[in-house]
C-alpha cells in the first residue's frame, strides 16, 4: 500500500501527490468518482466530474398486498347446557 494523499474537510486542505496517482492510473488502478471530483474542485487535473453517489428513488406508496395466511374460520363455542329438573311447582293447596 502506498500513501498516495490526505483530505481535512474541516481545514479545507488536500495533499495529493499527482505523479504517483498518475504513475498507478497508467498500471490500471481506478481512482474513485470522490477524489476524482476532489482533484477537479481543486484544479489539480482537467477532468469532467463524476456522479460520486446516487439519489435514492422514492417509491410511491403500494397498496397493502394480501398476505397468504391461513383463513380460520371462528366458530362461536357454545357452552355446554346442563339439564337441571323441572322446577316443582308447588301445588295448591285446595
Given at each position: 500500500m502506498e500513501l498516495l494523499g490526505s483530505?481535512?474537510?474541516?481545514m479545507k486542505k488536500f495533499v495529493v501527490k499527482k505523479d504517483k496517482i498518475e504513475a498507478w492510473i497508467v498500471k490500471g488502478a481506478?481512482?474513485?468518482?470522490?477524489?476524482?471530483?476532489?482533484?477537479v474542485n481543486?484544479?489539480?487535473?482537467?477532468?469532467?466530474?463524476?456522479?460520486?453517489w446516487k439519489a435514492k428513488k422514492r417509491e410511491a406508496t403500494k397498496p397493502a398486498?394480501?398476505?397468504?395466511?391461513?383463513?380460520?374460520?371462528?366458530?362461536?363455542?357454545?357452552?355446554?347446557?346442563?339439564?337441571?329438573?323441572?322446577?316443582?311447582?308447588?301445588?295448591?293447596v285446595a
Open positions: 483530505y481535512d474537510p474541516h481506478q481512482v474513485s468518482p470522490t477524489v476524482n471530483n476532489l482533484m481543486y484544479k489539480i487535473w482537467d477532468k469532467p466530474k463524476m456522479q460520486s398486498t394480501e398476505e397468504k395466511v391461513p383463513k380460520v374460520e371462528v366458530v362461536a363455542k357454545e357452552e355446554p347446557v346442563i339439564a337441571e329438573e323441572p322446577a316443582k311447582e308447588a301445588e295448591a
